[in-house]
């Protein structure tokens, strides 16, 4: 053992020196230096300058007469005023409004803070929750409390996780039926009514294969709205 790490020891001295002194005998030289490094800085700004600036003033130039509409945030108006936007989710205050999937952008929906809740699966607190953070055990209890519900009753994934940039403006279709019965109660209209709503503002699936069916949430609080300050009557509606 000791012959075979000594022989060991010798052959790599050798590379080494051996290493060493093809090294040195590299030549330095600046020319050769700067004919690399300035490639690399070029094609750095190069770059920058083109996806950066021109790309994205080509794609504004281009939009904007195109599709003023998206281009411009795909805002919502009423009388007038933004009262939204159909791609980023708010939150809505009261029983008489359907609400909105949970969210960990900010406190809650803020476009300048987007993000989920970097959570994965086998996270102990997506499901517990913490003491600032409610995890989907307490979202489907007050789920339940809120609507109604029973104890074990079965609850939509969507209202009780949160979504990769915390602004989906969406809820699946089983999320706003159960919700129907507290919209009707304090609307003063049918479930029926409520639900032939909801049915009638379900979105299929994008180019008909992406994505899931849903409803939009600003979209069916709008026209929830528009009945009762207008006036009309939904068919099937109680009157109160």
Known sequence: ??????????????????????????????ARLGSQFRPAVLSVLVLTVLTGCVFPLLLFAIGRPLFPRQSGGSLVRR??????????GQEFTGSQYFQPRPS????GYDATASGGTNLGPNNPKLVNGAADFPGIRQLAEE???LNGLSPDAP????????????????????N???QAPRIARSRGLSEEAVRRLI???VRGQQLGFLGSRRVSVLDLNLALDDVQQKGHRIEGASQK
């Open 104 to 107: 960990a952008a900010g406190s």
């Open 143 to 145: 789920y339940r409390r």
């Open 199 to 201: 049915a009638d503002h």
């Open 155 to 174: 609850v939509p994934i969507d209202a009780v996780t949160r979504s990769a940039s915390g602004l989906d403006p969406d809820i699946s279709p089983a």
């Open 79 to 88: 009388g007038g005023e933004v009262v939204g936007s159909e791609l980023i």
């Open 176 to 178: 706003a039926m159960l």
């Open 1 to 30: 053992m000791l012959l075979l790490a000594a022989a060991w020891y010798w052959c790599y001295m050798d590379q080494s020196e051996e290493l060493e002194e093809s090294w040195a005998r590299l030549p330095i030289s600046s």
